[in-house]
């Protein structure tokens, strides 16, 4: 078992430094933001992920995990750093890598004995080796160390459990010494059997972008045949159960909806188009799925004037601003596009999330934000449910029924039977299911 640093504590450092905890390593997680360290020494989590909790109750009680913004001395006290600071968008969509830059220099500074740097973040493919070379360069000629990709596949929502029971653990390496430190990190799972990978670091970092676009592409042309059963009068569902049971497609990913959002789909397709350039090609394939997810995003709202014509001065209520259930996450949430060109419209935004208010109120402050879904509704001429939250599944739709103005429900989920929806006497807008009767 080993001594961890984890430095950067959001979605994937939190819960990494939590599971690693959990296998028996010995883990200080670090951060630069003080408050959310703070929050954490008190146990506050600052992220919605559902089991977090417990698992880092758990782990600081059996003082195997720790918190920290003490990031030189988490170093020096560590053998193995696992960098997961944040790798955003930069301005033409490549990946901005400059905390990466930073926990290397960090690294290099408080480098005396070998010490392992884990890349964990998605980063693009040569990144590990120009890591490699900014380290030597700064810690000098004698340092001891190994640059390693150990990219990350937990999704936010059911992050714990993918963490704790991954379906495989990608380990890129160039030295067989930094390796089996890696499986001595992992050791609970490679007793457990779970699949390892081990390769080269291009490999690996190129895994990640390959697994995040290959199920982008797979929504979008799920998105795509939805659009398509709503002018030919098919029904996307039974399309997908069917083609789900092909073994080659397999049933995952195959649920239409408003565009695909949150931290890596949007961000790693964009990054990987600029990979392909950078290496002297191009992915059409990768483009056309980023362009086809704008438009469908874009296309809420034409879907909402068919059934609503003129928005200008409507009260539209939307139900759901996280990019998925069971996260805070809200960035590159499709509910952001929609409630932007709403607006452009000129109508009037009423709007209700379970647990992600507080994040979307950073970039929309002054909506309506609204303490349920039934004060969402209240008066408004139409209801668009963006998110498809345990909550928003189960609603008492007579009752939604009579707070709306007009009984306009546009639900881009397909959460809702047509059939019943229209039984009830609402105006039901889905995604591929239009003719439905
Ligand atoms: N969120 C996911 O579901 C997910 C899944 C797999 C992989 N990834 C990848 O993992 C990486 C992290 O994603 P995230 O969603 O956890 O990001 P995040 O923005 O939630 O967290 C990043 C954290 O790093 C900290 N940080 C930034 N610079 C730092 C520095 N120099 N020193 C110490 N801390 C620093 C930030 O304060 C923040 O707390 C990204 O590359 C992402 O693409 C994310």
């Given at each position: 078992m080993k001594r961890i640093c984890v430095v950067g504590t959001g979605y994937v450092g939190l819960v990494s430094g939590t599971g690693l905890a959990d296998f028996g390593n010995h883990v200080v997680c670090v951060d630069i933001d003080k408050d959310k360290i703070e929050r954490l020494k008190i146990g506050e989590i600052p992220i919605y992920e559902p089991g977090l909790k417990e698992v880092i109750d758990r782990n600081v009680q059996a003082e195997r995990l720790r918190f920290s913004t003490n990031i030189d001395k988490a170093i020096q006290e560590s053998e193995v750093i696992i960098s997961a600071v944040g790798t955003p968008p930069g301005e033409g969509g490549e990946a901005d890598l400059q905390s990466v830059w930073a926990v290397a220099t960090v690294f290099a500074k408080n480098l005396k004995d070998y010490k392992v740097f884990v890349n964990?973040?998605?980063?693009?493919?040569?990144?590990?080796?120009?890591?490699?070379?900014?380290?030597?360069?700064?810690?000098?000629?004698?340092?001891?160390?190994?640059?390693?990709?150990?990219?990350?596949?937990?999704?936010?929502?059911?992050?714990?459990?993918?963490?704790?029971h991954p379906d495989r653990v990608v380990i890129g390496s160039t030295n067989p010494k930094a390796t089996e430190i890696m499986k001595d990190v992992y050791k609970v799972l490679y007793l457990?059997?779970?699949?390892?990978?081990?390769?080269?670091?291009?490999?690996?970092?190129?895994?990640?972008?390959?697994?995040?676009?290959?199920?982008?592409?797979?929504?979008?042309?799920?998105?795509?045949?939805?659009?398509?059963?709503?002018?030919?009068?098919?029904?996307?569902?039974?399309?997908?159960?069917?083609?789900?049971?092909?073994?080659?497609?397999?049933?995952?990913?195959?649920?239409?909806?408003?565009?695909?959002?949150?931290?890596?789909?949007?961000?790693?397709?964009?990054?990987?188009?600029?990979?392909f350039k950078e290496a002297g090609i191009r992915s059409r394939v990768v483009e056309s799925v980023v362009e086809a997810n704008e438009h469908q995003k874009a296309m809420v709202v034409d879907r909402l004037k068919e059934l609503l014509p003129d928005l200008k001065g409507k009260v539209i209520a939307i139900l759901g601003?996280?990019?998925?259930?069971?996260?805070?996450?809200?960035?590159?949430?499709?509910?952001?596009?929609?409630?932007?060109?709403?607006?452009?419209?000129g109508a009037r935004v009423q709007c209700y999330d379970p647990v992600a208010i507080n994040d979307f109120k950073r970039e929309f402050p002054d909506l309506d934000y609204k303490k349920n879904a039934y004060d969402a509704c209240k008066g408004a001429d139409a209801v668009i449910l963006m998110t498809e939250w345990n909550e928003f599944r189960g609603l008492d739709l007579g009752e939604i029924k009579k707070l709306l103005k007009t009984p306009i429900f546009l639900d881009t989920r397909n959460v809702y039977d047509p059939k019943e929806m229209r039984e009830r006497g609402f105006t039901y807008g889905s995604i591929g299911r239009t003719f439905i009767r």
């Open positions: 964990k973040s998605t980063v693009p493919v040569g990144t590990g080796r120009k890591v490699y070379e900014l380290i030597r360069e700064l810690a000098g000629h004698n340092a001891s160390f190994d640059v390693v990709s150990n990219p990350e596949f937990l999704r936010e929502g059911s992050a714990v459990r993918d963490f704790l457990r059997k779970t699949p390892y990978i081990e390769t080269n670091i291009e490999t690996a970092e190129l895994i990640k972008y390959a697994s995040n676009a290959f199920l982008a592409t797979k929504i979008t042309f799920i998105n795509e045949i939805a659009n398509l059963c709503d002018k030919v009068g098919a029904d996307v569902h039974v399309v997908a159960e069917a083609m789900g049971q092909d073994g080659r497609i397999s049933p995952k990913f195959l649920h239409p909806g408003p565009g695909y959002g949150g931290s890596c789909f949007p961000k790693d397709t964009m990054a990987l188009v600029e990979i601003l996280s990019f998925k259930p069971n996260t805070n996450d809200t960035r590159f949430s499709p509910s952001k596009v929609v409630i932007s060109s709403l607006m452009k419209e």
